[in-house]
């Protein structure tokens, strides 16, 4: 079956750059039609999308928050790890990892993470 | 950035009763809309996806619909664990985007 787990720090200083890994199993990134991305939910909001990779390494970032992020994928790992510079207790959220797949759910996230609450805090 | 509506905003009903939920997008998104449930804690389940195909072992009450820009999500006769907050979605162009959501609650 295929589960996603976030791992990386719960409590950022602003200004500081925020690394989260999401680690996968029962899927591989190097299938046509598969991608992970990264989604947050600030306490009590909506969700928002940060940043998607896909099999073949095409990316996709918010474009309200491009300049600060960049996703890579480590496929003999089974990983992929989202860096955000310059937190700020905006940022303050819980960041899911998320699994999409073309031929399954039409690129839908059909898999989740459980998701890692990240608080930005001095 | 496509801009996704949800209405209403709360639900207030009892078990057993039928809820309907509206999406709205600012433009047309064709099929490419999906409905999620999120209860509190926890992170969301995919219900529907292109509009009206359920997600694997998604029981039959739940029923989407519409395309273009307007899409509702069904619940035929809500039980217990339905009450929850549901977010459409649509991934028809970058960035993917969630509407604010409707909370169901208990009357």
């Known amino acids: 079956q295929i589960t996603l787990k976030e791992s990386g720090p719960t409590l950022v200083k602003p200004t500081q750059t925020l690394t989260l890994t999401c680690t996968f199993s029962?899927?591989?990134?190097?299938?046509?039609?598969?991608?992970v991305g990264w989604i947050r939910q600030p306490p009590g909001k909506a969700l928002e999308w940060l940043a998607l990779?896909?099999?073949?390494?095409?990316?996709r970032y918010s474009p309200s928050l491009k300049s600060r992020l960049t996703i890579t994928k480590d496929t003999s790992k089974n990983q992929v790890v989202l860096t955000m510079t310059n937190m700020d207790p905006v940022d303050t959220a819980t960041y899911y990892c998320?699994?999409?797949?073309?031929?399954?759910?039409?690129?839908?996230?059909?898999?989740w993470g459980q998701g890692t609450l990240v608080t930005v805090s001095s | 950035e496509i801009v996704l509506t949800q209405s209403p905003a709360t639900l207030s009903l009892s078990p057993g009763e039928r809820a309907t939920l509206s999406c709205r997008a600012s433009?047309?998104?064709?099929?490419?809309l999906a409905w999620y449930q999120q209860k509190p804690g926890q992170a969301p389940r995919l219900l529907i996806y292109?509009?009206?195909n359920r997600a694997t072992g998604i029981p039959a009450r739940f029923s989407g619909s519409g395309s273009g820009t307007d899409f509702t999500l069904t619940i035929s006769s809500l039980e217990p664990e339905d009450f929850a907050v549901y977010y459409c979605?649509?991934?028809?162009?970058?960035?993917?985007?969630f509407g604010p959501g409707t909370k169901v609650d208990i009357k």
């Open positions: 292109d509009a009206s």
């Open positions: 990779i896909y099999w073949n390494d095409d990316k």
């Open positions: 433009q047309s998104v064709s099929s490419y």
């Open positions: 979605q649509q991934r028809s162009s970058w960035p993917q985007t």
């Open positions: 998320a699994h999409t797949n073309y031929y399954d759910s039409s690129g839908h996230v059909d898999y």
């Open positions: 029962g899927f591989s990134l190097s299938t046509s039609g598969v991608g």
